[in-house]
């Protein structure tokens, strides 16, 4: 099994992927720019990977959905055995999962690499529904070096 089968487990069970919003283009963003952040503050690259297909898998709305996240993890944990992660990897993608919405850097969840690159990540790609990054929401140095680039000088994240 590998993050293929989710994505086809996804499809499967739902049309969310499909969303222009919170589905798959959104998804692979999240992937590119996580992997950015991942390289530069030693990630787990793998958890990161499942996690920007996993995220917002289980939304009902591409509107205001508070527990689209612990739905999510809900989802992995009955598709554990697609995931091929240690149980401590697999507990690091639930722990990115159910807290990418609502995390603060002054938490102590931003101190972990992998977390801070999964919500660094998503972060990253508010301008898709034209929502700048701040900042000071991000966690990695990465995330906060390209969110200050693209407020000055409207640099996209690919082309950093």
């Not at 917002?56 to 996240?69: I, K, L, Q, Y």
């Not at 700048?132 to 994240?157: Q, R």
Request: with cysteine; glycine share 6%; proline share 4%.
């Amino acid at each position: 099994m590998s993050v293929a089968s989710l994505l086809a487990q996804i499809k499967n069970d739902s049309d969310i992927w499909l969303s222009p919003i919170h589905g798959i283009n959104h998804w692979d963003r999240v992937m590119d720019n996580a992997l950015m952040v991942g390289e530069t503050n030693g990630a787990d690259l793998k958890v990161i990977e499942y996690f920007a297909y996993l995220h917002d898998c289980c939304r009902f709305t591409d509107g205001h959905d508070s527990e689209h996240g612990p739905r999510a993890v809900a989802y992995a944990k009955n598709h554990r055995r697609i995931f091929e992660l240690s149980d401590q990897q697999f507990k690091v993608l639930t722990a990115a999962v159910s807290g990418h919405t609502h995390a603060y850097p002054s938490g102590k969840a931003g101190h972990n690499p992998t977390l801070a690159a999964c919500w660094d990540g998503d972060r990253l790609d508010l301008p898709r529904v034209e929502i700048i990054p701040d900042p000071n929401l991000l966690f990695s140095d990465w995330g906060k070096y390209a969110a200050i680039k693209y407020l000055n000088t409207n640099t996209k994240l690919g082309e950093l």
